[in-house]
Structure formats: structure tokens, C-alpha cells
């Protein structure tokens, strides 16, 4: 009954069906710009209503970055100091702020940024990083149904108007998963440059090691240490101790005070406290999370599953594992997503996939409008289509003759 029912292609053929995943993303994208224009035009995002920049979550990359070339670099994870850069980025002292709690290595990236003023360069970051990001779900999907799909993602609308880099890190983490099997060395680089954010590779070392990929282990390992040694060396021993200083206070404020706002973390952490569960009880549920995360991801990549199921498990798992998960991380889920999509569009749809994939949409879209964690329910149903594919595919490789 599997095998002909839960298995059974679709009926249309691959090029029809690409055609309507074309004019779905399309459609998508067309709503989502015209949401970024009226954005625009409320005042709400790049310029406000009285001519002034917008103080986005972006402006602390920029201001770290001024930081930096004033041959300041430690002060960026000083409060006060980096506030004050802030306010004179955008030109007036605005409400609230904007922490940086990157480690030194992304400096590399904010200095150049801080070198023009904040709008363009808040429009360069966000253009460039993009651009890479639609990059990767090309290749993992294809050329035209990549590229709207990948501008259709109702989590681009999130990424763009925070000014966050949640591009850059599904860049990395699907242009990683796309290169691994034909050029593993550029792989293990993107996973090296992902050690911006470190707690979205939670997962990939073991994999990896599991499935005896040690090129690009190394190409990783290689890129992380250079890099590290290389900010260490352009922004001094200082920054490192109040990276790893900023770390702890930033776990005290968004773990344990809630200070960035429960509903904003996106995690089964942030679920569990925003529920009104205690940061014990949290903890120790996602510690859970974690751990069947880990044994998931180590049995299904030393298992015979096609390497496209394993590579959308790791990209879900990344964003299942990681506690610090916000909703302008969410083109990540655009990965595992697209992976679930080239493998329909080559071996058939299971039934209610599509519709599935986009109730995980609409739940990214619906975030403004309901103020709620609603990323764990919508990473919560891409693992259960991905461990369903992966379900099918174990059943079917032991039915196969040896």
C-alpha cells in the first residue's frame, strides 16, 4: 500500500508542475513587495514619516562597524558606547536598542558597511545578502522555479524590513548543502563563514563526521580557525573577552528576562516561556528538542535515504536545535523547503505536501498579525514532511532486493 499509494508521482508531468510552483511564488513575491511599498510609503521602513532613517535591527551592525574603524572594536559590545554610534548612524536618539553579540569575525563584514551612511548601506547589505540567498535556492531547485520560489517566501518580508541577516545565513547553510557533493571545498568554506553565527551549526559537524565527509570538515575547520585568528589579529585580544562577556549577558536578557519579548523568540524555548513556562522547564525541554535532534540527524545520515532528504533534515534541524531563533532567521526554513521541492518535482508530490508546506508559510506570514511564536509550529511541520520522505525511502530501500 506504500509503495503504490503514499509513493504514487503526481500524475502531472514535472514541467506542468514546476509551471504552477512558478505562478505560486510569483504570486507570493508580488504581495510581498507591494507589502515592502507600503511599508515604504507609511513611513514604517528605511525612511520615517519626518525624512529620517529608520533605526532597523541593522543599525548595530552598522554602528559596531564605525566602531571598528575608529579603531574602537571592543566598544561595540559596550552598551553605552555602541548606543550612542547608534543614534548618530540614524541622525536622532530613538527608542529602545540594538545589542551587538556577534563574535569579532562579522566585524569584517560590518566595517565596510559603516564606510557610507546607513540607508544605502542598510540597501547594499540587504541586496547583496539577498542576492546570495536566492542564489542558493537556485541551485538547489533550479533556475526559474528557484528564484521566484526563493523571492516568494513570506520569511524575505521578516529579513528585510528588521535589516537582519537572515539571508546570509541560509545563503551559507543552503549554498553548503547544495556544494557538498560536487565542490566540497567551497562547501566546508560557507560552513566556516557560518561560525558568524555558530549556534546554526550545532548539527553539522556530527553529520558530516557520520557521513565521512572530511573535506569539507577540514575546508570548514580551516576557514573557522583563519578567520578567527585573522579578527584577532585586526581587533585584538579585547574584543574576543567581551564577545564571550556580551554572550552571557545576552542569555541572562533573552533566556532568562525576556527582554527582546517572548513572542519574537522563535525557538521551543521561546514557545514554552511565552506560554508562561519557567526557564527551568524551558530549558529542559529543548534540551530534549536537542537531543532527538542529534540522534534523528545521526541516523538518517548513516542511513541510505538520498542525500536531498539528509541535506533538508540538517537544515531543519539547525533551526529546531538552535534556543536563540528569531522570525528574520526564517529564510533558513526556504532551505529544507526547497529540497522537499526538487525532490517532488523529480520523483512525484506526497499527498497534502503542497498543502502542507504552505500552512508552514502562511504560519511565517501571520507572525505581525497575531504576535506569537509561530516558527516552532511551521519548522514543526517541515521536519514531520521530511521525516515522512525519509520514512517512505527506508521502506522502500529494504523492499529492494540486495
Known amino acids: 500500500m506504500l509503495a503504490h499509494g503514499a509513493m504514487r508521482p503526481s500524475r502531472n508531468p514535472t514541467a506542468e508542475l514546476s509551471g504552477r510552483l512558478v505562478l505560486i511564488g510569483l504570486a507570493s513575491a508580488i504581495v510581498c513587495l507591494g507589502f515592502l511599498a507600503v511599508t515604504v510609503m507609511q513611513g514604517q521602513w528605511l525612511i520615517d514619516g519626518h525624512g529620517r532613517p529608520v533605526a532597523s535591527d541593522f543599525v548595530n551592525v552598522w554602528a559596531a ?3 571598528a574603524i575608529d579603531g574602537q572594536p571592543a566598544a561595540a559590545y559596550d552598551w553605552t558606547i ?24 562579522f566585524l569584517f563584514a560590518a566595517a565596510p558597511l559603516a564606510l557610507v551612511p546607513f540607508v544605502p548601506s542598510v540597501i547594499a547589505w540587504l541586496a547583496s545578502t539577498f542576492a546570495a540567498y536566492v542564489a542558493a535556492v537556485r541551485t538547489i531547485v533550479g533556475a526559474r522555479t528557484g528564484v521566484v520560489l526563493a523571492c516568494g517566501f513570506p520569511g524575505v518580508l521578516w529579513t528585510f524590513t528588521t535589516g537582519q541577516n537572515g539571508f546570509l545565513t541560509a545563503a551559507l547553510i543552503g549554498g553548503a548543502l547544495a ?162 521541492v526538487r525532490i517532488g518535482l523529480r520523483k512525484g508530490f506526497l499527498a497534502y505536501e503542497g498543502t502542507a508546506m504552505a500552512a508552514a ?36 530501500s529494504r523492499s529492494r532486493p540486495t
Not at 82 to 105: D, I, L, S
Not at 186 to 195: E, H, P, S
Not at 374 to 393: K, N, S
Request: charged content about 10%; aromatic content about 12%.
Open 361 to 396: 508559510c502562511l504560519l511565517v506570514l501571520s507572525f505581525p498579525l497575531v504576535s506569537a511564536p509561530v516558527g516552532p509550529p511551521a519548522v514543526a511541520i517541515v521536519a514531520l514532511l521530511i521525516a515522512r520522505r525519509a520514512g517512505c525511502e527506508l521502506v522502500l
Open 65 to 67: 562597524g564605525r566602531l
Open 82 to 105: 555602541h548606543k550612542q554610534v547608534e543614534n548618530a548612524a540614524v541622525g536622532y536618539a530613538f527608542e529602545g536598542y540594538y545589542n551587538w553579540n556577534y563574535p569579532p569575525t
Open 179 to 340: 556544494l557538498m557533493d560536487k565542490a566540497p571545498i567551497a562547501a566546508g568554506v560557507l560552513l566556516g563563514l557560518l561560525t558568524y553565527k555558530p549556534h546554526f551549526g550545532i548539527l553539522f559537524p556530527l553529520a558530516l563526521m557520520l557521513d565521512r565527509r572530511w573535506c569539507v570538515v577540514a575546508a570548514a575547520a580551516t576557514t573557522a580557525l583563519l578567520l578567527a585568528a585573522a579578527s584577532w589579529d585586526a581587533f585584538g585580544t579585547e574584543s574576543w573577552r567581551a564577545f564571550f562577556d556580551s554572550v552571557l549577558v545576552t542569555g541572562t536578557v533573552v533566556f532568562a528576562e525576556g527582554r527582546a519579548g517572548l513572542n519574537k523568540l522563535q525557538s521551543l524555548f521561546g514557545l514554552v516561556r511565552w506560554l508562561g513556562g519557567g526557564t527551568t522547564f524551558a530549558w529542559m525541554l529543548h534540551g530534549t528538542l536537542m537531543a532527538v535532534c542529534i540522534v534523528a540527524v545521526s541516523l538518517l545520515w548513516r542511513s541510505r535515504v538520498a542525500f536531498d532528504v539528509k541535506a533538508a533534515a540538517l537544515a531543519v534541524g539547525a533551526l529546531l536545535a538552535t534556543p536563540y531563533l528569531y522570525i528574520y532567521d526564517f529564510p533558513v526554513l526556504a532551505v529544507p523547503i526547497a529540497f522537499i
